[in-house]
């Protein structure tokens, strides 16, 4: 990589996707196929973390059982697919990365949404070819996202892999500073998304409110 190049990899859900509605639509769908109370949006952006059988803990007091962690995910997935096709992507999220890919500047997108299913979503709000590499989950759901980091690296190649501190990711929860500091790269946490700001103040990293001021705090984090 260049002297001055930052390259960012994105995050998808709660970040380029504006899906909070049907995350919050699906999970309580799925907690009444089980016999569980609702949960509110604050309520939710209070408690969510990753790996999620930590965020079911902490509503059950405890952690799931393997049964009672396949019901509920399977569930979440079921209900969520049918919504997310009526999501959209958050505000400005297509022109800045044109701008981004038009400018030269090189980008990925790095989510624990299925593979086989974040491809295509993906590809229909036709942003796809904006992406060096777009890599999706492949395997157990219940792994956080710093060994995903850290694969997604390495495909991407050694211009990458050799400058981790010129890499710079952009989410919505905590896990994705985790998996930035577990490469070495820097991170920008967006409020748009499953965590409260209060909850991202806390990771230690920039927090923002738009993805445009996203973008620009990103390319200060490169000098």
Known sequence: MGKRDTHLVWDWNGTLLDDIDAVIGATNAAFEEIGMEPITLARYRELYCVPVPLFYERLL??????????????????H?????????LAAGAAELLAAR?????TQSLLS??????????????????????????????????????VRHLLELGPAVTSSPERVVVIGDAADDAVAA???GAKAVLYTGGSHSRASLEAVGVPVVDTLAEAVAVAEELVP
Request: charged share 25%.
């Open 61 to 78: 007091g405890r952690l799931p059982t393997e049964d009672e962690w396949a019901l509920m995910d399977g569930a979440f997935h079921r």
């Open 80 to 88: 969520y697919w049918v919504r997310a096709e009526a999501c959209g």
């Open 101 to 105: 890919q038009e400018a030269g500047s």
């Open 112 to 149: 624990l949404a299925p593979h086989e299913q974040l491809v295509p979503i993906v590809r229909r709000h036709g942003i796809d070819q904006r992406f060096v590499r777009v890599d999706g989950r492949v395997g157990a759901s219940t792994a956080g996202k710093a060994a995903h980091m």
């Open 181 to 183: 500091a577990h490469v």
